[in-house]
């Protein structure tokens, strides 16, 4: 009969080669709680709209007079402006360079295209930052041993795959390292899509 293990008790795995690796997510974790605790103070100093369900409403309508964008409460990169936005860039940009691309980086190819001016492609900001998002939340203490497997499988390969496919916003950017490119595609012009119709 074999022991029985406790399922609580850590997956203990070998540090060789990790210190760095370790060392960067540390220094990436406490930027990202001190970019949290200004968040919070920033949150804090804007004042709220009196009353319970009207402040719901006044966020709506505050939001769509300012041309559709989205609550300023939102964590969402694409939903910042200003100092918010190029602040939390900045921290996104630390995280792609410093961690996800020495680690998930793979080699460029035609069909595994990659940018190195990604963050001017706001569809890879936009998915880079939903990312990064979801990789504070299962790398948490609180997200369990599983935490970082269904990080893994339903945030990191299906941006990857997005992200560097050979349609993707990419396409038209570096497909060989030593023949380094960078344009941006055309967005759709919703004009034809009426005239069209």
Not at 22 to 29: H, Q, R
Not at 90 to 119: F, M, N
Not at 147 to 162: A, E, I, N, V, Y
Not at 166 to 182: I, K
């Amino acid at each position: 009969m074999s022991e029985s293990t406790d399922e609580h008790e850590p997956v203990r795995v070998p540090d060789h080669n990790l210190d760095d690796l370790v060392a960067t997510v540390s220094g990436l974790i406490a930027e990202t709680r001190k970019q949290g605790e200004t968040l919070a103070r920033l949150t804090d100093a804007q004042p709220s709209p009196p009353g319970g369900d009207e402040e719901e409403s006044g966020r709506e309508t505050a939001a769509s007079s300012e041309g559709g964008s989205a609550e300023a409460s939102s964590v969402f990169i694409l939903a910042m402006a200003g100092q918010a936005y190029a602040e939390e860039l900045a921290a996104l940009k630390t995280w792609v360079e410093d961690l996800l691309l020495p680690v998930y980086g793979r080699e460029i190819t035609s069909t595994r295209p990659w940018c190195p001016q990604w963050t001017e492609h706001p569809e890879a900001v936009a998915r880079l930052h939903a990312l990064w998002l979801a990789w504070q939340q299962f790398t948490d203490a609180e997200a369990g041993l599983a935490g970082p497997s269904l990080w893994h499988r339903d945030h990191l390969d299906p941006t990857l795959m997005q992200l560097r496919a050979p349609d993707g916003p990419f396409s038209a950017c570096t497909t060989s390292p030593s023949r380094p490119n960078h344009r941006l595609l055309a967005a759709p012009d919703p004009a034809a899509y009426e005239a069209a119709t």
